[in-house]
């Protein structure tokens, strides 16, 4: 019975699956409220098949709303720092009402694509932008 249950087990494979290592992060300043200014943008774990970098940023306590963001063409995998300002055409920058108190909480995510616009990595990453978490 042992024998059997270990063939058994034996015959089963457990899936992996490859995680992404895409990450992005920034730091809020003051400077942004109300600036269409983005933020420098520190990207890491880009897949080597990389042709272009896409990045979109949302108002996640404002109905998700839409604040742009852009395409940015990098031709290998690594690292990127995308200067401050570089998405300046197609970005809204962060406006809460109520920046003073508790502002609001934005998510940026970055899509890794090949030559041919599939997707091959992303990453999403949100942060509150208040008067208290802006430097």
Request: charged share 20%; net charge neutral; proline share 5%.
């Amino acid at each position: 019975m042992r024998n059997n249950l270990l063939a058994l087990m034996l015959g089963f494979s457990i899936p992996v699956f490859a995680q992404s290592g895409l990450t992005v992060d920034w730091e809020w300043r003051l400077s942004h409220r109300c600036n269409n200014t983005s933020p420098l943008l520190k990207i890491s774990g880009i897949p080597e098949e990389t042709h272009s970098l896409s990045i979109q940023m949302n108002d996640l306590d404002f109905q998700n709303k839409d604040h742009g963001g852009g395409k940015v063409p990098h031709s290998s995998g690594g690292s990127i720092e995308i200067p401050e300002g570089a998405l300046h055409s197609s970005y809204l920058g962060p406006c809460p009402g109520n920046f003073s108190s508790f502002g609001h909480s934005y998510q940026i995510t970055v899509r890794a694509l090949d030559a041919n616009g599939k997707e091959l990595s992303k990453a999403l990453k949100s942060k509150d932008f208040s008067a208290s978490t802006a430097k």
